[in-house]
């Protein structure tokens, strides 16, 4: 007996001298320093930036319709083709303007020898002066019917005002159009205009004339323009006035209803602290927060931090931080809270 309870005694003591061996060596392992890259808070003072939406429209949109009334023959129905000023874009059946010309023309031969025959006879005074000034009457109005015939004949053609793209077709071949009536939306690209709303509190930061920066996601780039247009009156519901942008468009890439955001630089400075983006991580419920470096102990502490706008890949920090702490910059996620850190020299 006496036997095995000294063998379990070896035991037990072999087994706490393990565990106690363990326990040191976790202990160590957790001390072992990390090697992160870090630098102090920063206080930068910077221009502030108004961002706001608009969309893309043409720098001049025309609705075109024919000056007479009838059935569509042709029409252009390619939307988003180029188009050319005086390219032909639709017609009207002529027919019945033809023979309205055709008409005119019987009359005009008509009265004009008519004109003649009495002309001879006014010379010999065999004809009264009125009836002379009468046939000459006549004629006059024939050869303006003539020539107005003529215009309804043409105006069957219908030809594009500018050069530009066809945005919409309104009505389709075969379709009976009145006089007036838009068949088609045609807008120069050449240039476009950004049409945006901006807040009544910023409005004393915007000027004609001031540069903006314009990015369309579509295109994945930005295009710089300037301001053409500033609203007189704000929007009653919003309180927003209307702001126009202008951008040369030499490629022709943007396009009308294209979403755009315009950026405009403020006169107003703005002073906040700063830190490089990568500095801040996130964790699982979407909080931001950065490793603030102890410098005395050496030590890793996590901080939560609040943050505002970016600025040249810079992350504003507005709660939880002080101008010249240091916090790691590179090698945190290897961080945990508490834990050592070596800065390189």
């Known amino acids: 007996m006496k036997q095995v309870f000294y063998s379990l005694i070896s035991s037990l003591t072999i087994l706490l001298a393990s565990c106690g061996e363990k326990e040191k060596t976790t202990e160590v392992s957790t001390n072992v320093a990390i090697s992160v890259v870090a630098e102090p808070v920063q206080l930068t003072t910077s ?91 006549s004629l006059d109005e024939a050869f303006t019917q003539q020539r107005l015939q003529g215009k309804n004949v043409s105006d069957t053609r219908l030809f594009s005002p500018i050069n530009g793209v066809l945005l919409e077709q309104l009505s389709e071949k075969g379709e009976i159009t009145g006089v007036g009536n838009p068949v088609l939306v045609i807008a120069d690209i050449s240039k476009v205009k950004v049409n945006a709303y901006i807040p009544e509190n910023e409005l004393h930061n915007i000027q004609l004339g001031q540069t903006a920066t314009v990015e369309i996601s579509a295109l994945d780039t930005s295009f710089q323009g300037k301001i053409t247009e500033v609203g007189s009156a704000a929007d009653p519901s919003s309180r927003t006035f209307t702001v126009k942008v202008e951008v040369h468009n030499p490629r022709l890439l943007i396009r009308p209803g294209m979403v755009a955001e315009i950026k405009l630089s403020s006169k107003e400075s703005h002073t906040a602290l700063t830190v490089p983006a990568e500095a801040v991580l996130h964790d699982s419920n979407e909080e931001s927060y950065v490793y603030v470096i102890d410098q005395k102990q050496n030590k890793a502490i996590m901080r939560t931090v609040s943050i505002g706008q970016l600025v040249n890949n810079r992350i504003e920090i507005t709660n939880g931080l002080s101008a010249g702490e240091v916090i790691a910059t590179g090698g945190q996620q290897k961080l945990s809270n508490g834990a050592f850190v070596t800065i390189p020299k």
């Open 47 to 137: 221009g502030s930036e108004l961002s706001v939406s608009g969309n893309v429209e043409g720098f001049k949109t025309v609705r075109v319709g024919f000056l007479v009334g009838g059935k569509i023959d042709y029409i252009a129905d390619e939307e988003g083709q180029m188009l050319s000023r005086g390219q032909l874009i639709a017609t009207l059946d002529p027919t019945s303007y033809s023979l309205a010309k055709q008409a005119a023309d019987v009359r005009v031969l008509q009265l004009t020898d008519d004109y003649d025959r009495l002309k001879i006879m006014h010379d010999r005074s065999s004809v009264s002066e009125s009836d002379y000034k009468k046939i000459g009457f």
